[in-house]
């Protein structure tokens, strides 16, 4: 707590606005974190081992965009509040195949700046544990090892932080700064522009795909030449080249293959990956058929050039004027691209 804030107040605004203690809900008990596959920057740890310390669970996976803009709040929270009780353990539990690759989830965490514990969950051990069913889901526990707030999905963050010093000072803490976290998010993890998104995340692999224009079912699992289409319809999708459309994504066969999208948001990414992993894929983006220039995202330059080199979500486009309806186009230079899901914000 900053000397010239007295605690009084402090404790009487987080109270009014998380409610009183016989307010909150209890949600149960902190379920165990013992069928994890292994951790990252901590020993194992336990609901047991963490009495007395407010608990946040966060569930995650490295690619999924609304987690990416959860991640900010995350560290930040990390930061101020570790010293005074609270322990954040993320819980890794991949979507993708590649995401159970322990070098893939170790190397992201460390780039994307993750210093607290992680779970790592790759057979949905913990995620069962917990009954859960989305990315990003945070939980928050109180010293007293039972549940007491939820959310699910992106934003709340502001009652979250509020929850999270409710549970603290009830803990014991004291000194606590009552202003919220301040973050300056880049790239991926800035927040979407929800007045202007109006496309779907919408994958590629046929076992969820939607708004494929090309799609027929004899055609799965099996190299396909696919010509493209002039025109496509809002939220629709088409590949140009020969691709094999897998359970799991669109796979590149040969060099000089697209994927084409008609969207509309500021942002356009793409779960993309390089098979064998470690390759390097040159690719390039068109927006409208033109290089994107000033809309070009931060995995592009404004030429529209990019490098596949591991597997991940790359940001492609991100609009800075004003949104409007337009065809993203993806042209890789050699075969070998894995193209998952297009995410948009």
């Known amino acids: 707590m900053s000397a010239d804030r007295p605690h009084a107040p402090f404790r009487t605004l987080a109270h009014r606005l998380a409610g009183d203690r016989e307010e909150l809900p209890d949600e149960g008990r902190l379920p165990p974190f013992s069928r ?57 539990t991949p979507e993708f195949g590649f995401e159970h690759e322990r070098r893939n989830v170790t190397e992201r965490t460390s780039a994307l700046g993750v210093r607290y514990p992680v779970a790592v969950d790759d057979d949905y051990g913990v995620w069962e544990d917990f009954a859960n069913h989305y ?45 919220l976290v301040m973050v300056d998010p880049h790239g991926l993890e800035v927040a979407a522009d929800w007045s202007h998104l109006r496309s779907p995340e919408t994958y590629l692999g046929y076992a969820q795909s939607s708004g494929f224009v090309s799609e027929a079912a004899d055609r799965y699992d099996r190299s396909t030449s696919y010509a493209g289409s002039t025109a496509l319809p809002p939220n629709a999708w088409d590949l140009t080249g020969r691709w094999t459309q897998a359970r799991h994504a669109a796979v590149l ?16 990414n793409l779960v993309l990956g390089p098979t064998p992993p470690g390759a390097r ?34 940001q492609l486009i991100r609009q800075p004027g004003a949104v409007r309806d337009a065809v993203l186009q993806v042209r890789f230079g050699a075969a070998g691209a894995e193209a998952y899901c297009f995410t948009f914000g």
């Open 253 to 268: 066969d040969e060099a000089g293959g697209s994927v084409a999208f008609a969207f509309h948001a500021r942002d356009a």
């Open 281 to 314: 894929i040159p690719f390039e983006v068109r927006l409208d058929g033109r290089p994107p220039g000033d809309a070009h995202g931060t995995d592009v330059d404004a030429e529209g050039r990019g490098v596949l080199d591991r597997q991940d979500t790359l």
């Open 135 to 179: 990315w990003p889901a945070l939980y928050l526990a109180g010293a007293d090892g039972r549940l007491r707030y939820h959310h699910f999905g992106e934003g709340e963050y502001a009652r979250t932080e509020m929850m999270i010093q409710r549970l603290l000072m009830d803990a014991g803490a004291t000194d606590l700064d009552p202003d």
């Open 36 to 92: 994890a596959t292994g951790w990252l920057n901590s020993e194992p740890l336990t609901p047991g081992a963490l009495r007395g310390r407010a608990v946040l669970v966060d569930f995650w996976t490295y690619t999924c965009v609304n987690w990416l803009r959860t991640l900010p709040y995350l560290r930040a929270w990390h930061e101020k509040y570790a010293a005074a009780g609270l322990t954040i353990v993320g819980v890794h």
